[in-house]
């Protein structure tokens, strides 16, 4: 049996030396952020993405090996644990593989081959399948026993049934290969529930549909999954060759009995042994297999969609910050107000109130006159809209005080504020801005996280940023796994202010936990701000192995030593003194000196504990220390009286913010409060496979108005921008996840008449999933 270490290695095409000295490092607690940056020579340099797929995979194996032990166990106690049922299990390299094989020894509740094995009738089975050649009555006759319940001929062989229809239903390698064959050949055929048309109109698109169980994409399996869940639509794995005939003998039943080598020869008990196989797959194996495969079509449905929520986080995270600039937080609101909250450069509450510019009160001048008053007040630079009721008719507002007021020189950004309500109403939120009310505390999140993304929405939990697909319907446990990890990898990937990061944002760094990071704040406050990443050290059950895990991603911009501020190791310090010490320079001499430190040979600094990828990461940190990795900051500015879905007309040509990149297409906001859909095949020119290619969360784009289907809500659009609305067809069900090139359309004639050019996207999306997926991104506010 292949170890796990070599078995991770050889998925990953790596050495299992690699592997041993990675999950070595993770057992003693190293994260993967510290890992894949500071231990490079010790793991071959495995990179972050390898490292998690190594860490979710020793957690599978190590999973499997503990039920592996388990079952290994049961059987022994049975008695029954073989040389070769040992073999077997030892080699099983799934879970479905290892139950199978367990399945005939599991504990379960008293069955009816129990109780005719109890009843004497096992003999009478056996000898029927052993050899047809008997009279299956006339060998039955024999086996009545009143006291046991076998009262008549009918019964006894009932019982002989009983048992071999176990016997067959729980055989190891039968089940793997029907599985296989259901897998391999099956057809999902899903159909409305009589009388549920109505109430179900969202999953129409699934009234009537069949595709090949082993080619779904993963929204569409969640959406009939969803759509089976509450009771619109119900679903059943076919095969060719099925008749609805039950007379006629299912595809399956020739492989059940070719498998324990039953055939009709004229022989007396043929007829019967036939039957057996009939009832092992109606009674015994057609549910139970529907119920193993569409486990494993929700299993991978559910892992692609985790992945699409976790790149689209990743994205969300490392948008590009806005940087210390004093800011303007609006969220807005019509009845209730326009909530304003001033933020400085530093991320402070430097004032806050309220305005109310629309209906009812419809205090315009005097809400202008308000904000300019905070403007010239504070230096305001940038204006943050929520995008929520009344976004549009707020960025109107602050529009005119730009023109009444030049001199400010403002930029108004509209800011998703998904999870602001739930961050201001969050535990965190009142102990961080305790004087401030709920509404104002959403304001103020506005403007931090157009100032500092990451910084701001790490306070948020990740499912509820909301830009996932079918997050609520994942399993939680995986889903928050997942996002966890793309937030740790996000925050040390950028670096931590030590001396102005929050509480839950050093939480997120590798090493600290909720408590540490308290400590930290509780030390910073008692004690000023760090002079030296050392004196983390003096932090109250903050260790020396903390240190280590946590220090190289925590900055102190004006510390006492200049490599403080880099992301250069304090363990590795030793390195850049030794080449300062041979240039004959001083440590901060050699911070940003471009053209000496590129003339550096790196194995010249070598040490037995530092080799040539820690030393080339050294150099590479110092030329710009602390750099962040994220991108320019930059804005999408939405069309002046493009504030509807009415004010959309088909061909328009606007900007817009991606918020949200799904397997078939992607969101976008173009400032109507409903976000438009960009279908996969109208992203570029070129196939697509991945929509993630082309496109992520919070790019700025272009994007032609395709459609617009007011009832409905919903807004085509096209990235093509010499696309023409109305020259091509709704996209069919089946090319949210791969659309025939224009080459293979003109050869099947799907594409636009007398054109070459490959078929237009006209339609938002099929059916359930627009409405679905809409509210899955918005998530509670």
């Known amino acids: 049996m292949i170890s796990i270490p070599g078995r991770i290695a050889e998925e990953l095409g790596v050495r299992e030396q690699q592997v041993n000295a990675t999950i070595a490092l993770l057992d003693e607690g190293a994260t993967v952020p510290f890992i894949a940056r500071y231990r490079k020579e010790v793991t071959g340099a495995l990179d972050d993405s390898q490292l998690r797929t190594l860490e979710e995979r020793l957690r599978y194996l190590r999973e499997l090996e503990e039920r592996r032990e388990t079952i290994l166990k049961s059987i022994e106690e049975q008695g029954k644990l073989t040389d070769e049922l040992r073999a077997a299990v030892d080699e099983a390299d799934t879970k479905n593989r290892l139950e199978d094989l367990y399945l005939p020894y599991k504990p379960k509740r008293r069955t009816k081959a129990q109780i005719a094995r109890e009843a004497g009738l096992e003999p009478l089975a056996d000898s029927l399948y052993d050899n047809p050649g008997q009279d299956p009555e006339a060998l039955a006759a024999g086996y009545l026993n009143s006291e046991a319940g076998v009262e008549d001929v009918k019964a006894a062989l009932e019982g002989a049934r009983n048992i071999l229809m176990e016997r067959f239903a729980e055989d190891a390698e039968l089940l793997g290969r029907l599985r296989d064959y259901l897998w391999s050949e099956g057809q999902l055929k899903v159909t409305v529930i009589e009388g549920k048309e109505n109430e179900g109109a969202k999953f129409r698109d699934y009234f009537d549909h069949q ?371 041979k240039s004959g320079r001083k440590v901060a001499d050699l911070i940003g000196d471009v053209s000496f430190l590129r003339s550096l040979n790196p194995e010249e600094y070598v040490t037995d504990q530092f080799g040539v990828p820690t030393i080339r990461d050294i150099i590479a940190e110092l030329e710009k220390p602390g750099r962040d990795p994220r991108p320019e900051f930059r804005f999408a500015s939405f069309q002046e009286g493009v504030e509807t879905l009415n004010d959309l007309k088909p061909g328009m040509t606007l900007e817009g913010t991606v918020t949200n990149v799904t397997n078939f297409g992607a969101f976008v906001d173009i400032g109507v409060h409903q976000d438009g859909l960009v279908h996969i095949s109208a992203l570029s020119h070129e196939f697509v496979k991945d929509p993630r290619e082309v496109v992520k969360a919070g790019d700025i784009v272009k994007v032609k108005v395709m459609e617009v289907d007011i009832p409905r809500k919903r807004i085509g659009l096209s990235m093509r921008l010499d696309d023409k609305p109305g020259e091509g067809n709704r996209p069919e069900r089946g090319q949210g996840d791969r659309h025939k090139s224009a080459k293979a359309r003109q050869a099947s004639g799907a594409g636009r008449r007398g054109s070459s050019q490959p078929q237009q996207p006209q339609g938002a999306m099929a059916g359930a999933l627009a409405e679905a997926l809409a509210s899955a991104r918005k998530g509670k506010r």
């Open 211 to 581: 595709e090949p169980l082993k080619k779904m994409p993963s929204h569409r399996a969640l959406a009939i999954l969803r759509g089976r869940n509450e009771g619109i639509l119900t679903y059943a794995i076919t095969v060719e060759g099925e008749s609805e005939d039950r007379r006629v003998p299912h595809p399956a039943e020739a492989k059940i009995a070719a498998h324990w080598n039953i055939r009709d020869q004229g022989r007396p008990a043929d007829r019967w042994l036939a039957d057996v196989v009939r009832w092992t797959w109606r009674v015994k194996l057609s549910t139970q297999l529907e119920t193993d495969l569409m486990a494993q079509v929700r299993e991978a449905a559910e892992a692609e969609a985790i992945q699409v929520f976790a790149n689209n986080l990743k994205d969300l995270l490392l948008l590009a910050p806005a940087g210390p600039r004093p800011t303007l937080g609006l969220d807005p609101g019509l009845r209730t107000g326009v909530k304003v909250a001033i933020i400085d450069g530093t991320g402070e509450v430097a004032g806050y109130g309220a305005i109310y510019p629309h209906a009812p009160k419809n205090q315009w001048d005097q809400s202008i006159e308000q904000l300019a008053k905070w403007c010239r007040e504070h230096r305001i630079e940038l204006v943050a809209i929520g995008n929520g009721t009344a976004s549009r008719e707020t960025e109107k507002l602050v529009a005119e005080l730009c023109k009444r007021y030049p001199e400010f020189k403002l930029n108004r950004i509209v800011v998703s504020e998904s999870g602001a309500s739930i961050y201001s109403a969050s535990e965190f939120a009142s102990r961080e801005l305790p004087d401030l009310d709920v509404t104002i505390r959403g304001a103020v999140s506005i403007a931090r996280r157009l100032q500092d993304p990451l910084a701001e929405l790490v306070k948020i939990e990740p499912k509820s940023i909301g830009v996932g697909q079918y997050q609520h319907d994942v399993s939680q446990v995986q889903l928050a796994r997942s996002l966890d990890a793309v937030v740790e990898d996000c925050v040390n990937g950028v670096g931590v202010d030590l001396n102005t990061a929050s509480a839950p944002l050093l939480a997120r760094v590798s090493g600290l936990n909720p408590g540490t990071a308290e400590n930290i704040i509780e030390f910073r406050s008692r004690n000023g701000g760090f002079r030296s990443r050392r004196q983390l050290l003096e932090v109250p059950r903050l260790g020396p192995k903390t240190f280590e895990q946590a220090a190289g991603f925590l900055r102190i911009s004006q510390g006492e030593n200049p490599l403080d501020r880099s992301a250069v190791h304090p363990e590795a310090y030793g390195v850049v003194e030794a080449i300062a010490k």
